[in-house]
């Protein structure tokens, strides 16, 4: 049972264009809502996170809108540049310290186009 | 870069082996939780370990186990293992309770054969 739906799968941007990646829960217990970005040979890194008690969160070029109505939030990358260009994982949690794991969406390539 | 530390970082098993991953967490950091990340999909949650012992499992056979040890590095075991668990081990520390302060390491790439 997938408790993240990501979506699109893959993503191709022009280099100055906006990028947004949706998620989807169904898990109403899930408090935590973290953004990784991962390059090839890398592990995963945070991007950005947003708890449910606020409906957007904006750190540099990178905003989450959030819809608890809807169970549904999204990252955008304003001025996508080349070097965005990785898989980008949305995930959730629930509370309990993370003992209950991060429950990760299954990804999105994008590309960046020059 | 965190200071999550992973070794080795590629190993070939094959079919029936056992295996043994190893995992140093960041400095403060007290919690270990282990990911696999099979090719092409999202890391999925194997277990988390906190003062020496399991305090959280995901959807894993009892063949994965681990161990955590007084510096907080941390070790995944796999015994008899099977083509499907060919993946990417990620180990990620954390703080107790602060789920927040969760980084990754780069991972170790397993190959069974």
């Known amino acids: 049972q997938q408790q993240v739906k990501q979506s699109p799968q893959s993503l191709i941007v022009q280099k100055g264009g906006i990028s947004i990646i949706n998620c989807a829960y169904e898990?109403?217990?899930?408090?935590?809502f973290p953004w990784y970005q991962q390059f090839p040979g890398k592990g995963p890194a945070l991007l950005i996170a947003?708890?449910?008690?606020?409906s957007e969160k904006k750190e540099g070029r990178f905003t989450i809108s959030f819809n608890k109505s809807a169970k549904q939030f999204s990252l955008h990358i304003m001025d996508s540049q080349p070097g965005d260009s990785a898989t980008y994982f949305c995930a959730a949690v629930g509370s309990g310290g993370g003992a209950d794991g991060l429950t990760f969406g299954k990804g999105t390539h994008l590309i960046i186009q020059p | 870069e965190t200071g999550v530390t992973q070794s080795p970082t590629h190993l070939i098993k094959t079919r029936g082996q056992q295996v043994t991953l190893r995992c140093s967490s960041q400095s403060g950091h007290n919690t270990v939780s282990w990911y696999q990340q099979a090719l092409g999909q999202g890391p999925q949650f194997i277990f988390q370990?906190?003062?020496?012992?399991?305090?959280g499992r995901g959807n894993f056979p009892p063949r994965f186990s681990g161990l955590q040890f007084p510096n907080y590095s941390s070790e995944l075991n796999v015994n008899a293992l099977e083509l499907d668990d060919s993946a990417l081990y990620l180990c990620a520390s954390s703080a107790q309770g602060a789920v927040e302060t969760q980084y990754f390491g780069p991972g170790t790439r397993l190959l069974v054969l």
């Open positions: 370990y906190y003062r020496e012992e399991e305090n």
């Open positions: 947003i708890r449910p008690d606020v």
């Open positions: 898990n109403t217990a899930f408090d935590y």
